[in-house]
């Protein structure tokens, strides 16, 4: 098929991690699994949707992660570090310039050592 990665859907691990702490590791184990699975057909991995800095702590661990998606826990935390009007009237001014950026600057505040660990942040694709 021509694919070199697969993205591992991460709401279902979002969701046990909020639950009972043994509930998060079962479902983690899971995603180790196909993690190892998708690295043994030569595939990368990326993973995202859901992941946030509280649940990131542990995911950040699976093996062979090549990216992690955590677009809409930095916005969410950019915009509690800048109140809505400002960042309406930058976003409108640089949009897809402007969503990098902050995703960069917020990974680098609140996330250190996470771009040194292979995680990264791109901006969107058009």
Known sequence: ????????????????????????????????????????????VNAGHDLDLLNLTLFRSLPHLDEVSIGHALMSRALSLVSIGPFVTIWRRSNRKLLFILTTLITALVLPGELSRGAACHPPHR
């Open 1 to 44: 098929m021509g694919a070199d990665r697969v993205e591992l859907y991460t709401e279902p691990f979002a969701r046990a991690y909020a639950g009972a702490s043994d509930a998060g590791q079962r479902s983690f184990q899971r995603y180790v699994d196909a993690a190892n699975l998708a690295h043994g057909l030569g595939l990368g």
